[in-house]
Nanobody
């Protein structure tokens, strides 16, 4: 079992920045990769960013590329999502997820590949 706890969400004006954190506990040594997904009201949960645990390779959705950066701290078992130049369309609940199988070297975008999910943190960007 892996437990994930997100933090860092909030209300910010367009053009502002936020940094989300996701702390993992439990069987973290079995983690292959981590991801961030988001879900806006009335929409499906969508991929935002991912990182592989061993190589640190990353992948981003086209809508956030160049604005968001995902990183990891293997010692703290924590991943981060630095979000800059935020837009109102970034408003959503952001979820952290952990993947326990597949590649340790490539970041994975597919939601169904993730095994554990956090409770989510709300990000609201005002115009």
């Amino acid at each position: 079992q892996v437990q994930l706890v997100e933090s860092g969400g909030g209300l910010v004006q367009a053009g502002g920045s936020l940094r989300l954190s996701c702390a993992a506990s439990g069987r973290t040594f079995s983690t292959y990769g981590m991801g961030w997904f988001r879900q806006a009201p009335g929409k499906e949960r969508e991929f935002v960013a991912a990182i592989s645990w061993s190589a640190g390779s990353t992948a981003y959705a086209d809508s956030v590329k160049g604005r968001f950066t995902m990183s990891r701290d293997n010692v703290k078992n924590t991943v981060y999502l630095q979000m800059n130049s935020l837009k109102p369309e970034d408003t959503a609940v952001y979820y952290c997820a952990a993947r326990m199988s597949g590649s340790r070297y490539y970041a994975v975008r597919v939601r169904s590949e993730y095994d554990y999910w956090g409770q989510g943190t709300q990000v609201t960007v005002s115009s």
